[in-house]
């Protein structure tokens, strides 16, 4: 044990090593190290086994009821988006057709068609500023700092 | 019930178990952070990848102020044990029986809170220390040496055990 102040540096990494949550440099260090230091490869060997058995420990299972519940409350909102989406992309597709009808319409003047895209246009723009927007607070007031 | 949110749930569950050691607290303790989950207005959707670290730290606290319920009703103030930061003597050769595996889950619940959480989970969820500082509320930087002295405290409650 005459290396311990060496291992001492190494004692920490070798639990990130363990959990692949090292810098590609520092994991190389390590595993040198456990190369040549019998000490630190058996304290690295029981960490990992000690881990294994954490994983395949038991606990017991959520009443199958009560989970079902749950489930079912997360996947309806899960739900609820997938329908807004629906609603947005068939709202954005009817646009995109009426304006494509719209500008192949030969009985309209190009100056006609200019005034209309213009407007159009902006309304587009103007939605999309919006929803930026309120995505952005939604991301930085309340994502962090609320207490949950 | 294969689906990924039945296997959050069940893990988020099994979290709240390993913090409050009762199951009829732990039930109560989901209830609560679905609630949440589908009521508040930073609640990442449950299909977002996002959304299994935030309903851990939702769990996380819940349980945490489960125990501290707990010990106010029996009349004495909830103290969670602070853990001291020196890096303590690290055991060797402890896990030398296969014994060891029925012993583990008893020396897991007789750590501090502080400690058999942070191994939780990484061990038993296997999360990333990215998602364990979410969950913890502490920087990403000291998520390897509380998880490393947690280890060491867990060996050294398996030592004597195994010395019988
Ligand atoms: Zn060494």
């Known amino acids: 044990m005459h290396q311990s102040n060496n291992c001492q540096q190494f004692s920490e990494l070798i639990t990130g090593y363990l959990d692949g949550e090292l810098t590609q440099q520092d994991s190389q260090r390590v595993s040198l190290h456990l190369q040549s230091c019998e000490t630190c490869k058996s304290s690295f060997e029981e960490l990992q086994a000690m881990q294994k058995l954490i994983k395949q420990s038991k606990y017991q299972n959520m009443d199958e009821s009560q989970l079902e519940h749950i489930v079912n409350d997360l996947t309806s909102k899960k739900l609820e988006l997938i329908s807004w989406v629906a609603i947005v992309s068939g709202f954005v597709f009817v646009l995109v057709l009426a304006g494509y009808e719209f500008w192949i319409d030969t009985s309209l003047s190009g100056f006609e068609k200019f005034t209309v895209g213009l407007l159009i246009a902006g309304g587009v723009g103007l939605f999309l500023s919006v929803l930026r927007q309120r995505l952005k607070n939604r991301k930085n007031d309340k994502y962090k700092g609320v207490k949950l | ?164």
């Open chain 2, 1 to 164: 019930m294969g689906s990924v949110l039945a296997d959050i749930t069940q893990g988020a569950f099994k979290l709240a178990l390993q913090l409050v050691k009762q199951p009829a607290e732990a039930h109560d303790i989901l209830q609560d952070a679905a609630i949440i989950a589908l009521s508040h207005p930073a609640a990442p959707h449950p299909n977002s990848g996002g959304f299994k670290p935030w309903f851990y730290k939702v769990v996380r606290n819940k349980s945490i102020d489960s125990l501290r319920k707990v010990k106010r009703s029996e009349g004495e103030p909830f103290i969670e044990e602070v853990v001291p930061d020196q890096v303590q003597h690290c055991p060797q050769r402890i896990l030398e029986n296969a014994q060891t595996q029925q012993y583990i889950k008893a020396a897991l619940e007789e750590l501090p809170l502080q400690q058999r959480e942070i191994i939780v989970l990484k061990d038993f969820h296997g999360l990333s220390y990215q998602d364990i500082a979410n969950v913890l509320d502490i920087p990403k930087g000291s998520v390897m040496s509380r998880l490393h002295r947690a280890r060491c405290a867990l060996k050294l409650k398996l030592m004597p055990i195994v010395e019988e």
